[in-house]
């Protein structure tokens, strides 16, 4: 069954990515938005405006992250971040940037003076050769270290990413010596994701048999100089020792929401096997189509519970750079949808998670346990009921005191009936922003 | 066969409704994914593909009477493609005998005023279901010369499909359904215990187990005379696109789908491929999708 595992989970849910544009001065042969800059245009300030004013009421989000293109090319980048920190609702303001532009000290001066505390900066090779046949801009290798050491100067939250694709695999841990005099907090590194070449045709698909032991080289190095690493889109299995640097999860993105339909979706053929599989997307299609499967290679590390086709993929909170995930945020609005149903029940309400696709309270009643999901109002959708913002339905059941689970069940859906005011908004898209940020194509394309 | 155009296919479309009832390719009942309101049923699938292949004046009529003995929704069928021709396979589900008109007998009845049904294989056979296969020279001929007859497979058993002619029965298929993510342990040797593919090449079993499709419930891994095949049960509607796309459906086909994906939301499909090696080439002798009538 197609859901959402695989094809963008996991997210963090108290973390939100804006693409305020399109354009960049560099481009990388990798680049997953390559064909988003012809047909999509960036997220509108309106939009920003309501998803802004939206965090304000509900505090869903801990951090927003501009993003691009090169966002640093954006005008209206100090007027987003202007919106973002006025707003006094998010704890960080996170740029993704090339860091070219970040050569110009008084430039980043600037984003640090606005409100931006954390950068994530590319650097895809550990030397200009490498660097500037990536971005097929000369000079592009020297104004990203320029803008690294800048940043280093300032003293501000700064990360790096290195895209791992077959022009630079063999040198991911050079690229760790060219970094580390800058002391990032973090490093990653994400496996390249075709999205427009699924045949791989441009060979920027390399092979794990390649893949895994050079990143497994970077990470050593990373933690002998206490740096922390990050990996996404390498199985989880594959990283032997450094398995904890493994976080296959991404924000959630205000973006055009036909940016997906392109997304890699992945799979692991030890999806019900392996323990990690809720965090690990395991191998995306073109992987498998290029190189097969990788049966003999992966190593899933057997489940200790059972095997439930995900629903909706794991929750997963907000990033904290150096210091693993943040605690959950609560809700008191949505908490409040519930208020008084555990103890009536001799229950325990352990867990309310926002996203923004749904709300879920799990209840559990000594050894057993039901989760309450809300979903956006649908009626087309299969609900156990419908109230004027939801769909109501529930699901992991577990344990063995059904009849008092079923009391739980029927109380929670009464007495957030009787509550729902209206107007509480979810929303199962992934992207958010729907047709109209789609570029009119060129009169005489075919659409 | 000459393949005809969309334009000559202007069928009306059936719409879902309250009664309709969801099974998949065994007979097994799902529940669907959306509502039924303003989405099609998925015989539009099956009546587009007969107009497809210039038959739908010829079968549609035996088909239908079928339909009606036999209840809206308990017929499956199979709808095939070499990447030439289209031909169809219609499956009649009855495990428990309880019904006179799924029968052998019953079915030939059905069919009498369009098709005599030559084989008449003893009706004790504890068969589980029973098909026949539909193409054009079937309606031009107007006899069904061979059923397929199902047996249940069990533990250490696989499931079998013996081929009835007038003459007698042969032993045609074996079938294993497994759990696709639950019991790939078992799913993986069974593919490979092959002798038409090596899959010495570490990307081979990908062409097998295509990524896209491996999203289901259940796949069937079969064994046939000349090459082996392989079934994912309880796919979406976008997967039964990428494999109409991927293996070069007519276009009338496709774009009934593709034009309105939201229509066949509800429904959860089976497709099954068949494949040999041709060299280093994998290839689709035979595809096919599944839906009930
Ligand atoms: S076996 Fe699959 S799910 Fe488990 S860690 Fe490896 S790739 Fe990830």
Redesign the interface.
Known sequence: MLTHKGRFDPTRFEDLTVTVDFHCHSACRFCIVQEGMNLFKGVSEDKLRAAVADNARSRRYRRICFTGGEVTLERKLFDYVAIARASGSFEHVRLQTNGRMLADMALARRLLNAGVDEYFVSLHGHDAATQDNISQRPGSFDEAVRGIANLAELGVCLMTNTVICTLNVEHLSRVVDTVQPFRPVRMEFWNYLPMEDYADERDLVAPMSKVAPEVRRALGKIRELGIEGRVKYVPRCLLGDFAEAHDDSQPDVVIAEKFYDAYPQFACLYEAKCEHSDTCLGLHHPYVTKFGWEEGRLQPTPRTRPFVEPEDGLWVGSDRPGEGMADALDHPAWRALVEGVAPRNEARLSAVRLTRRTCSFLFEHGDSSVEVVLSARDDGAPALTRTPSFNIHYRSVAGPAREKLASIVRDAVKTIGERDPGGMVLDRRKGLVGDEAARRRPSGRAD | MALLDASALLTPLLESGPDDRYFDYCLQPY?????W?ARLRPENLLWRSLAVGGVLEHLRPPLLALQAALGKDMTVWGIKWDGHRLFWEIYVYDPDKEDPNATLEGIARTLTPWFEVLPRPRESIPYQMVSFDLDASVASRRTIDELNLYLTGGPGHAGRSYKARATGVELENTYRFL?A??E??QI?PLLKASVFVDYG??????KV?I??L????TICVAKKRLRDGVYFS???V??LLFFLRRFGYPSAIIDLVARRPGAFEHL?FDVGIDYALDGDVMTYPKTSFYGTL
């Open positions: 529940r669907p994914r959306r509502s309101r759990d993510k639950r790939i342990d993986l090449d570490p990307a081979r079993l990908s187990l990524p896209e491996y999203a289901c419930r309880g796919i979406a976008e997967q959860f």
